[in-house]
């Protein structure tokens, strides 16, 4: 699925909360920048959006895993930016499939969420660490970096 005509667009920045059905609206962005080159996605809370019901039952974990890679990760992105990133499992299967997928990226900067308390500063590592240990990567260049709050 794709909008109607390919965008330009080289720099994308998406506000999301990473709620699973967010998923589909950021393949679509996927599938229509084929020359995206930095991807920021802006985490905000559940309560800045006002969420319609949907008839659509989205699984995290099968819907990256199902998910076809896009012309601009195969080509073009190479920067990825999380900011507020709390290490959710919707961020991390995000991440995991990116990571997968993005054969050109160089880098991945996760912006730690500011005020979390100890445990939740743990929870972050604990992601953090998933991911640099255990995330197959498609690109042989890339740094992951958690900058904290």
Known sequence: MALHDSMKTRHLVMKTNMH??????????LNSCPELESLTFDLVTSSRFVRAPSPLVIDPVSH????KSYECLEKT???????????????????????????VMERVDLYEAEGLNHNQKRWVLAGV???QQNFKRASSH???TLHNA
């Open 20 to 29: 699973a059905n967010d998923f589909v609206g950021i393949s679509i962005f």
């Open 77 to 103: 992105l190479k920067v990825v930016k999380i900011t507020k990133f709390r290490g959710s499992s919707n961020e991390l299967h995000m991440l995991q499939y990116l990571l997968r997928n993005g054969c």
């Open 129 to 131: 660490e998933e991911v």
């Open 64 to 67: 990256w895993l199902t998910s």
């Open 142 to 144: 890339l740094r992951i």
